[in-house]
């Protein structure tokens, strides 16, 4: 009758610890889950992070490009208003 009494007393903290341990490794699964989520949040803040630094870089070269076609402009502008002048100095030499 001991030897009965003592296995059902171990079955019954058999028992508790197999609860308590199933908690444990839901409660871990959980946060397991949690943090694959939050991974994946990040992973995809960093992509667009490192997607909005290109962008930068591209909106960088454009500015470039654009002030090099100013610059170009207003050479020609000059140019232009310099060859105009001197036009109209020959056409009043020649009248």
Do not use: P, W
């Amino acid at each position: 009758m001991k030897k009965y009494k003592a296995a059902v007393e171990q079955l019954s903290v058999d028992q508790t610890t197999i609860t308590d341990q199933c908690i444990q490794i839901s409660e871990l699964e959980s946060a397991t889950s949690n943090l694959k989520e939050t991974i994946a949040e990040l992973t995809a803040k960093l992509e667009t992070l490192e997607g909005d630094q290109a962008t930068i870089q591209i909106q960088k070269r454009f500015h470039l490009k654009i002030r090099e076609l100013e610059t170009r402009l207003e050479l020609e502008t000059t140019t232009k208003g310099r060859l105009e002048v001197r036009y109209l100095n020959i056409c009043v030499e020649l009248i």
